[in-house]
């Protein structure tokens, strides 16, 4: 079955940095898109970032642009999420997702958070 498992969150000042993974099994990882989403307290869950099947494109959200970095290992078959420049703005759970046809598979998410 598919499965994505986030990790490398925890507490970090503002101007840190974290790097996190979401390690997938259960499907072709190679030939899927995968996304970086958040969700902060009280509100919607947000796209922060998109990086196609080969890594030749990747896609962010405005508010993470010149900051976050998403890339892949399709050897691994993991997608990590380089978190720079880090802003109390940026607490939130961070997810990883995929799509297989018309289902969407998320991971658990794994809790970034940004305060000194």
């Known amino acids: 079955q598919v499965q994505l498992v986030e990790s490398g969150g925890g507490l970090v000042q503002p101007g840190g940095s974290l790097k996190l993974s979401c390690a997938a099994s259960?499907?072709?990882?190679?030939?899927?898109?995968m996304s970086w989403y958040r969700q902060a307290p009280g509100k919607e869950r947000e796209l922060v970032a998109t990086?196609?099947?080969?890594?030749?494109?990747?896609n962010y959200a405005d508010s993470v642009k010149g900051r976050f970095t998403i890339s892949r290992d399709n050897v691994k078959n993991t997608v990590y999420l380089q978190t720079n420049s880090l802003k109390p703005e940026d607490t939130a759970v961070y997810f990883c997702?995929?799509?297989?046809?018309?289902?969407?598979?998320w991971g658990q998410g794994t809790q970034v958070t940004v305060s000194s």
């Open positions: 997702k995929t799509v297989l046809g018309v289902t969407s598979y």
């Open positions: 259960g499907f072709t990882f190679r030939r899927y898109t």
């Open positions: 990086i196609t099947s080969t890594g030749g494109s990747t």
